[in-house]
Structures are given as structure tokens and as C-alpha cells.
Nanobody, 124 residues
Framework: QVQLVESGGGLVQAGGSLRLSCAASRRSFSPYAMGWFRQAPGKEREFVAT????????RYAESMKGRFTISRDKAKNTVNLQMNSLKPEDTAVYYCAASSTIVLGTTTRAYDYWGQGTQVTVSS
């Protein structure tokens, strides 16, 4: 069993930046991909970004392109999400996820493991 633990959420003003990190508990963990999703109150969980673990290819939701950057550190078993130019509509709980079967999936079904989530609040 693998646990994913997110960190780095918080409160930021519009236009600001935050960096989220997610660490996998098992050092030998080698997923096909890791990604980030988010869920705002009253809304479904939506795809943010994903990265292939081996080659580092990335995929982003359209509204995040140019503002968010996903990266991974294989030595530390972590995946990061750098979020710039944040907007109030980016306010949500952000979840880290890992897939053992699918590369660059954009749906929640593609992911086997999930973190507990970290709150990001962007004030206007």
C-alpha cells in the first residue's frame, strides 16, 4: 500500500503563487504517472495536470496551461505543482494521485492512489 501526502497549500492573494508537493510513502514506488486534481465546493473533482514517471512527459488542463507547472523528483519520490498567477476560481482542495496502469490519464478513474488533499484559497 502506498500513501500520498500533500503539502504546500494555503491562502494567497490573486496573482500570487503557491507550490504544492506530494510525497509517496514507499521509496520503491514507481507509478506510470502522477497527477493533480482539484475539487471546489459543490463541484466534481477535475483534472489539473499529470506527468509520466519515467519520461517526464506532461499534460495540463486547458485553463492551467501557462500558469501551472508539474514536475517530479524520482530520487525523492515526489511530484510538485508550481502554481502562478492564481485566480479566485483556483480555490479548491488539491489532490495528488498516482496511476499504476495509465500514463497521462485525465480522469479520476485512471488513478489508483490518492492523497488526502490540501486546501488552496485564493482571495480577490
Amino acid at each position: 500500500q502506498v500513501q500520498l501526502v500533500e503539502s504546500g497549500g494555503g491562502l494567497v492573494q490573486a496573482g500570487g503563487s503557491l507550490r504544492l508537493s506530494c510525497a509517496a510513502s514507499r521509496r520503491s514506488f514507481s507509478p506510470y504517472a502522477m497527477g493533480w486534481f482539484r475539487q471546489a465546493p459543490g463541484k466534481e473533482r477535475e483534472f489539473v495536470a499529470t506527468i509520466s514517471w519515467s519520461g517526464g512527459s506532461t499534460r495540463y488542463a486547458e485553463s492551467m496551461k501557462g500558469r501551472f507547472t508539474i514536475s517530479r523528483d524520482k530520487a525523492k519520490n515526489t511530484v510538485n505543482l508550481q502554481m502562478n498567477s492564481l485566480k479566485p476560481e483556483d480555490t479548491a482542495v488539491y489532490y495528488c494521485a498516482a496511476s499504476s496502469t495509465i500514463v497521462l490519464g485525465t480522469t479520476t478513474r485512471a488513478y489508483d492512489y490518492w492523497g488526502q488533499g490540501t486546501q488552496v484559497t485564493v482571495s480577490s
